[in-house]
């Protein structure tokens, strides 16, 4: 199942290569809306070429978290396999949010190619990227307070590392914090329906990451 596991990311990780290239040479214009206003507006056009910066990005970080996770296995002493159960926790997160990024890369082509429906003021393109956006931090938010200590993901929190109990007091309120900041995201993408869901993101996880950061504090003092 690891492996089954490894070979989806690695195909999630080079699939908008392959999807963009055909967008690229038969199906772009050569020049193409490049960035987008608040109000949805092409404010920037540029060559189609451009269309390969988020395959790019991508692969970038599917080659660095391959290199920190066959370092980290082989230089782990855990005898309990927890570095290895971390890491086959973070390739469900990772796999997740790479789906979703295939999706908001398929949605950049389309932009790319009509732009025009960024113009429409009752178009769902920001409630998409608001949801999926939001879907990612639900996802995170629930995988969270199944991690052990690490030096990589979670609450890395000076009262949060010293046992099991401590970290999963500080993740349980991590996570839930993410899953809130999740969900308001995607209503603030449904209610503004313009790039001002970023501010509503913003400001629910400074808010709940704060308030979940205060909160493990105090508990884990009390115990």
């Not at 189609?48 to 782990?76: D, G, H, M, N, T």
């Not at 400001?203 to 909160?215: D, E, G, N, R, W």
Request: charged share 15%; net charge positive.
């Amino acid at each position: 199942m690891k492996r089954f596991k490894q070979i989806l990311i690695f195909l999630a990780a080079v699939l908008p290569v392959v999807y963009t290239s055909i967008a690229v040479f038969f199906f772009l214009p050569d020049t193409v809306a490049a960035h987008f206003g608040a109000d949805g507006t092409p404010n920037r056009y540029g060559s189609k070429y451009e269309a390969f910066l988020l395959p790019a990005f991508c692969l970038v970080v599917y080659l660095v978290y391959v290199c920190i996770r066959k370092f980290a296995l082989r230089s782990s002493t855990d005898e309990n396999s927890r570095t290895e159960r971390n890491f086959d926790i973070i390739d469900t997160v990772l796999l997740s949010m790479l789906v979703l990024y295939n999706a908001l890369c398929v949605m950049v082509l389309f932009l790319m190619k009509n732009p025009e429906m960024m113009k429409n003021t009752e178009n769902v393109i920001f409630p998409i990227i608001a949801t999926i956006i939001g879907i990612m931090f639900i996802v995170i938010g629930n995988i969270m307070p199944k991690t052990k200590p690490n030096s990589f993901v979670g609450m890395r929190l000076s009262w949060s590392m010293d046992t099991d109990e401590h970290w999963y007091i500080a993740n349980r309120a991590g996570g839930i914090a993410m899953v809130l900041s999740g969900v308001v995201t995607v209503i603030c993408g449904l209610v503004f329906r313009s790039s001002a869901y970023l501010f509503g993101m913003i400001i629910s996880l400074i808010v709940s990451l704060t308030v979940a950061t205060i909160y493990s504090y105090v508990i884990i003092k009390k115990k």
